[in-house]
């Protein structure tokens, strides 16, 4: 595992743009979370976009999650989310067919995340992803069997706290249910990048690079992937034992 700090979110999402930019390949499977942390890097991607140094133009993109029972046209139904930061000329150049998101509405939510899990198949080239506070990447929360694949699961209270924010600050509007990526598919990714960042992550982190491998911390099964970088900024290192070693190593 790699990491690399920098002051803000900003500065640390610009150079994990430059990762992606760096990777893309014509064609290429790109796995996109939600959520605010990846939303500066995808301000880069599009800026790169305009610039003509990159397009997302015939890649596809693949959701880790989606809300399950959301309205088709609810604002924060993460497939419209992802449509309005990467969908179109004006984005990424990702077209709206090539954005790959669960079936949320799906009359069989367990259906719908198998035949998800099958699409994806032997992963994704680039998995972006956030980490919530609670340790959770995707929507699987603490207790989450580490090998699982794409499945319906139940959102925990911090985590529905946590996205509040996103719905009127009411968490009784919050959907209880969702439809992730398992961690065994979140692993099958190729190359993995870890967006952490705020002081509220600052644990999340801690037990993700040097925590023991637990299903009540989710997130540290990607001790066993052979490629992740870390990007954060030095509110979430701030709990990092080795961090003076990180600091000397990191780009
Ligand atoms: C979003 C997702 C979640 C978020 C995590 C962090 O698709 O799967 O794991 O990445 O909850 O959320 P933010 O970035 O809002 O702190």
């Known amino acids: 595992m790699k990491i690399v700090i920098r002051e803000s979110a900003d500065e640390a999402s610009k150079i994990a743009?430059?990762?992606?930019?760096?990777?893309a390949?014509?064609?290429?499977?790109?796995g996109v979370a939600t959520g605010s942390s990846p939303l500066p890097l995808y301000k880069y991607?599009?800026?790169?976009?305009k610039a003509e140094t990159f397009s997302l133009r015939g890649c596809t993109a693949w959701a880790l999650d989606e809300y399950v029972g959301i309205a088709e046209d609810h604002p924060e139904r993460y497939r419209n989310?992802?449509?309005?930061?990467?969908?179109?000329?004006?984005?990424?150049?990702?077209?709206d067919e090539d954005l790959h998101t669960p079936n949320g509405l799906a009359e069989n939510p367990d259906a719908a995340a198998a035949e998800y899990d099958r699409e994806i198949g032997a992963g994704v080239d680039i998995q972006i992803l956030g980490v919530g506070q609670n340790g959770h990447i995707g929507f699987n929360e603490p207790l989450s069997s580490l090998s699982s694949r794409t499945h319906v699961d139940v959102l925990t209270d911090t985590?529905?706290?946590?996205?509040?924010?996103?719905?009127e600050n009411n968490m009784d509007l919050v959907p209880?249910?969702?439809i992730t990526q398992g961690l065994g598919t979140i692993?099958?990714?190729?190359?993995?990048?870890v967006l952490a960042f705020g002081e509220n992550k600052a644990e999340a982190l801690h037990q993700l690079m040097e925590g023991g491998?637990?299903?009540?911390?989710?997130?540290t099964i990607l001790q066993h992937h052979s490629s992740v970088t870390v990007y954060a900024d030095e509110a979430a290192v701030a709990n990092l034992e080795l961090l003076d070693y990180y600091r000397s190593t990191s780009g």
């Open 17 to 23: 743009a430059d990762h992606i930019i760096e990777r």
């Open 25 to 30: 390949t014509p064609g290429m499977k790109l």
């Open 45 to 49: 991607l599009r800026e790169a976009r």
């Open 81 to 95: 989310v992802l449509h309005r930061e990467l969908v179109g000329d004006e984005a990424t150049g990702l077209f």
């Open 159 to 167: 985590t529905r706290q946590d996205n509040a924010r996103f719905f």
């Open 176 to 178: 209880t249910q969702c």
């Open 187 to 193: 692993m099958s990714a190729k190359d993995i990048v």
């Open 213 to 219: 491998v637990s299903q009540r911390w989710p997130a």
